[in-house]
Every structure is written in structure tokens, then in C-alpha cells.
């Protein structure tokens, strides 16, 4: 799997090979490639549903910053984490927008 470092002018989306479900508002993933379960809290569950289909990640932290009234920084900093972590363990692919690669 290519690693590319999330950046606000990047694309995310799910991975296809994920399979996801709510329970009770939240969502719970299986890495089908890796064989491993993840749990995400509320706020990841958001984020989750909104990539759904592929998201310009600076367009995600602006809806996200609107939405919550928080600081776009701290924002920012916290979803390009996470968006490198779930990208790390399989859960989402990261592109330039411009190639699928």
C-alpha cells in the first residue's frame, strides 16, 4: 500500500475494502485486508459518514470547523491526524485528486 501524507489539498475517501456499520450512531469498521476491527468515537463516525464518497480534505475540515464552531487550526490538526492514521491501518485512500495512485 502507497503512503501519502495527508495534506488540506488532498482527497480522501473509504477504502473499499472496509466494511463499516452504525451502532447506535457510531460506526465500527473491518479491515478486511488487515483482519482488524476498529471502533470510532463520535466525531470520527462523523467524519466517516462524510467520505463516504471522495472529499477534497480541506473542503472536510472547513464543513467541519463550520459545523462544531471550533478553531479551523485545532481542526485541522486533528483531522490530518486522523485521516493519517485511518490511511496507515487501511481505512481510507488518500490521492492528489488528479490520479487514482
Known sequence: MNFQMTLPD???VRHP???AVSVGG???AFNFDRDRYYGFDDIASDIWRRIEQPQRVEALIADLAKDYEGD???ITKDVLA???HL???GLVCITDGISDS
Open 82 to 84: 486522523l485521516l493519517d
Open 72 to 74: 479551523e487550526t485545532r
Open 26 to 28: 457510531a460506526f465500527a
Open 87 to 89: 490511511q496507515h491501518e
Open 10 to 12: 488532498t482527497m480522501v
Open 17 to 19: 475494502n472496509t466494511l
